[in-house]
């Protein structure tokens, strides 16, 4: 029960962050001058009555206190409007546009924890032999890269071998080919993408392992699973991978900050229509309503992230449960 109601007390504070994120978001916005309906008034051929009447029909002719009060009502009944430019539900446009971005952002975080997991185990094993120093060149060479040079780099790649589509989720001529031709697909245009996103949480997260891992070595505990004649596998994962896995959750919210931050810069080098893609979009078209819920949509999933890695944290660190008993 006391670790159930720490994890109320936290979703409650996370559900009122998430408010004010999306409260600011929309003043902000509200702010910019102009609105989606500015670029028609440049058209010779519109009507000025039309456009006025399409404001008002929006409520974008009432104050910003106006404005935020129906938008708030809206939320509490979880309705983030209509998209202006797509003429569709926020909400739907957003969720498809997440799902999208989930298909690079969990094969990239699984496979970037996984291998910086274990490539940083081995790195504090051997940091003072050839592969120690060899590593620390490559994590620092890697964590030096933007990913927006990753991403251009492997699309003048792609370009230059022909090895990898240029853009885009899937070709133009799967209608009748059947499931695996379409996984077969999907995959090939996921290569790219997932690789340049993969490349930094991999090597954030060796280098939280690493030290971490680092000051376990020199414990009693590992020193007497050697003298016991342990495999190196098992020391690795029992005395070497498992304990150092705190540090590595504590950092798992702005972990899915960095990979939603990567995510926009590579959606939009590769045409992938994610929530990245979809979040330039609204702020180029000035589609407040599907701006403000492209950003709702980012930050619930920092807000899953932290409250995932606080869940994990109360059930497999006792001493977060101490602290949370003396709140």
Same mark, same amino acid.
């Given at each position: ?23 600011? !978001? ?6 910019? *001058?102009?609105? #989606?309906?500015? %670029?028609?008034?440049? +058209? ?18 009432? *104050?910003? %206190?106006?404005?935020? @009060?129906? &938008? ?11 998209? $202006? ?6 909400? +739907? ?7 999208? !971005? ?12 996984? @291998? ?11 940091? =003072? ?10 994590? =620092? ?5 933007? !990913?927006?040079?990753? /991403?251009? /780099?492997?699309?003048? #790649? ?5 090895? #990898? ?7 133009? =001529?799967?209608?009748?080919?059947? #499931?695996?031709? &379409? ?6 245009? $996921? ?8 490349? *930094? ?29 342990? @495999? ?21 919210? *702005?972990?899915? @900050? ?20 979809? !979040? ?9 309503? $599907? ?15 932290? $409250? ?20």
């Amino acid at each position: 029960m006391k670790i159930l109601s720490a994890i109320l007390r936290r979703v409650l504070q996370l559900a009122v962050l998430s408010l004010l994120v999306a409260s600011a !978001t929309f003043v902000l916005a509200s702010l910019i *001058p102009g609105d #989606f309906f500015s %670029a028609q008034e440049l +058209d010779p051929n519109a009507h000025r009555q039309t456009i006025d009447l399409a404001r008002q029909r929006h409520g974008l002719d009432q *104050p910003l %206190a106006v404005r935020y @009060g129906r &938008w708030l009502e809206r939320c509490l009944h979880l309705d983030l409007g209509k998209s $202006l430019f797509y003429e569709r539900p926020v909400r +739907d446009v957003v969720l498809d546009a997440l799902g999208k !971005t989930l298909w690079v952002a969990v094969p990239a975080l699984i496979l970037g924890l996984v @291998g910086g997991v274990f490539v940083g185990a081995l790195h504090a094993r051997r940091h =003072n032999s050839a592969i120690g120093s060899a590593l620390d060149v490559m994590s =620092n060479l890697a964590l030096s890269l933007p !990913t927006i040079l990753l /991403g251009l /780099g492997a699309l003048l #790649f792609a370009a230059a071998t022909g090895w #990898f589509p240029l853009g885009s989720m899937s070709s133009a =001529n799967l209608a009748d080919k059947g #499931f695996l031709a &379409w996984i077969a697909d999907r995959a090939h245009h $996921l290569a790219l993408p997932v690789a340049c996103l993969t490349i *930094p949480i991999l090597v954030y997260v060796e280098k939280i392992q690493c030290a971490a891992t680092r000051e376990i070595l020199d414990q009693p505990c590992v020193r007497a699973a050697y003298a016991r004649g342990l @495999g190196r596998t098992q020391i690795l994962i029992h005395y070497l991978v498992q304990p150092a896995l705190n540090p590595l959750l504590s950092t798992l919210g *702005p972990l899915l @900050g960095s990979i939603l931050s990567g995510s926009l810069v590579l959606e939009v080098i590769f045409s992938w229509p994610g929530l990245g893609q979809a !979040t330039l979009n609204a702020l180029l078209r000035m589609d407040l309503p $599907l701006v403000v819920g492209c950003v709702v949509g980012s930050t619930i999933l920092l807000v899953f992230g932290n $409250l995932t890695a606080d869940i994990l944290l109360l059930i497999l660190d006792p001493r977060t449960r101490v602290a949370e008993r003396a709140l």
